[in-house]
């Protein structure tokens, strides 16, 4: 099998990880895999990824028919995925869509190749086909993007997308209820594969009179929701004074001086930010913690990487009580409502920190649920049988072509039910199935 697989390689992708990861998983297989960089490179300065298992695989794109399928991955973030939508054109394709909007994926296409006037275009565009955003209290501002956020649950714009592809690739059910209706019999729902972790270490047994360190981890946007998580801190007497949180991941100036200041405001000298960690330092920090924060709203992605890579430490977990994270098992995390967000949280750190032992034993299924649902090996083994029944189709409708044209040849009549019950016989004994053959003179 020769699959051609475009995609992120940059070290400041998540799916650039998933991709090394499952691409491996593939050749161990047995299929020819060539690596094609979907980035808009004047705009991506990010270092690419280093694998060395893929270090010989070819990064230039040949045509996608000297290929027996391409596999081509979506995320909201256009310049990682500039030159994604080029591959759609091949045939069969798999789009694998990793989030459940793609709302700014293409306001990121517009802004950028065609300015206001292509920007306005798309805001009218979702306006006819999704209505206006229902919890907006302005209309779209071409002077800003705040309302970025709020719109894109409301606008998902998918169709663009899945309507070219073979098959499509999501990572949860409520990204399946994003899609058209037209496109979700051709979609299949493979559980996002999990990150290889290094050492985990045993988490304390209990917390009495110590120090309780709490971390979020990856891109610290408003939607990981650190401020809730200070505020129910600071709600807490019993926990602010021995109370550290730890942010891990890339964050911005703005964002920055804006939780620094919350935590001066509520008087919690615990707050960490680190910044932009290396492997090693992640798992420093994820082995230190006692509970492990993973709240997202809203709720954008199609699944979480960190929130995978998190369960596998056995720590308790907060999530947030929507999208990918509602399909967590209810006996493993602690999920809270985005309507009631910080007494929620407060309510889950007073049990948690009230009785650790006794949330030691929830938390402890979240490694065995990972390896038994998250495995890449599982996922490279389900992408391979899609591929193998999306050529079985096209081998199907490339034969339905040419008995149709043998047939017009012979003066074959449209409608003529002796000929097209023959035809049907033949496709039957050859591929399994039974097609609707209409005969065209």
């Known amino acids: 099998m020769k699959i051609l697989w475009a995609t992120p390689w940059n ?3 998540a799916i650039a990880r998933v991709s090394a990861t499952v691409v491996r998983c593939l050749k161990q297989l047995g299929a020819e895999v060539s690596v094609v960089r979907t980035e808009d490179l004047t705009r991506v300065h990010s270092k690419p990824l280093t694998e060395p298992f893929l270090a010989r695989l070819p990064f230039q794109l040949r045509a996608p028919g000297d290929f027996d399928a391409t596999v081509v991955h979506f995320g909201d973030h256009w310049p990682f995925h500039a030159k994604a939508l080029a591959f759609l054109q091949a045939n069969p394709c ?13 306001l990121g296409k517009a802004h ?3 300015g206001r006037s292509a920007v306005q275009k798309l805001c009218d565009e979702a306006i006819r086909m999704y209505g206006p955003d229902p919890s907006a209290t302005s209309a779209p501002s071409l002077d800003h993007f705040d309302w970025v956020t709020s719109a894109a649950e409301h606008w998902p714009f998918m169709h663009e997308i899945a309507s070219k592809a073979s098959a499509v690739v999501v990572h949860s059910d409520h990204c399946v209820e ?8 051709k979609c299949r729902v493979l559980m996002l594969p999990a990150f290889a972790t290094p050492q985990q270490r045993l988490p304390r047994e209990r917390l009495e009179g110590s120090q309780v360190v709490l971390c979020t981890i990856g891109h610290m946007n408003e939607n990981k929701r650190a401020a809730s998580v200070m505020r129910a801190i600071a709600a807490l007497p019993k926990l602010m004074d021995r109370a550290t949180y730890t942010l891990a991941g890339p964050i911005t100036d703005d964002q920055r001086v804006a939780l620094e200041a919350l ?3 509520l008087r919690f000298r615990g707050l960490r ?4 960690v290396t492997d090693a330092e992640m798992n420093a920090c994820l082995n230190a913690s006692d509970v492990i924060c993973c709240l997202r709203y809203p709720t954008l992605e199609g699944g979480s990487g960190s929130v995978l890579e998190g369960l596998q430490y056995g720590r308790p977990m907060l999530v947030t009580n929507a999208g990918f994270y509602r399909q967590l098992p209810d006996d493993m995390v602690w999920k809270v409502d985005p309507a009631n967000e910080v007494a929620d949280i407060v309510r889950h750190l007073e049990g948690i920190c009230g009785d650790y032992p006794k949330a030691l034993e929830k938390s402890r299924l979240g490694p065995g649920w990972v390896r038994a649902h ?3 090996e599982r996922y490279a083994e389900q992408i391979m049988d899609l591929c193998r029944g999306l050529l079985h189709l096209k081998a199907v409708a490339l034969s339905r072509g040419q008995l149709k044209a043998k047939v017009a040849a012979l003066g074959g009549r449209e409608g003529h039910a002796p000929l097209n019950e023959r035809i049907e016989v033949v496709c039957e004994s050859l591929f399994g199935i039974k097609p609707k053959i209409h005969v065209e003179h």
């Open 94 to 106: 798999i789009a694998v869509l990793h989030d459940a909007t793609m709302l700014n994926y293409f």
């Open 374 to 376: 998250c495995s890449a």
């Open 11 to 13: 070290v400041d992708s």
């Open 273 to 276: 930010i680190l910044g932009r």
């Open 263 to 265: 935590a001066t405001e």
């Open 112 to 114: 950028l190749t065609g």
């Open 178 to 185: 994003a899609l058209p209706e037209s496109c979700r019999s």
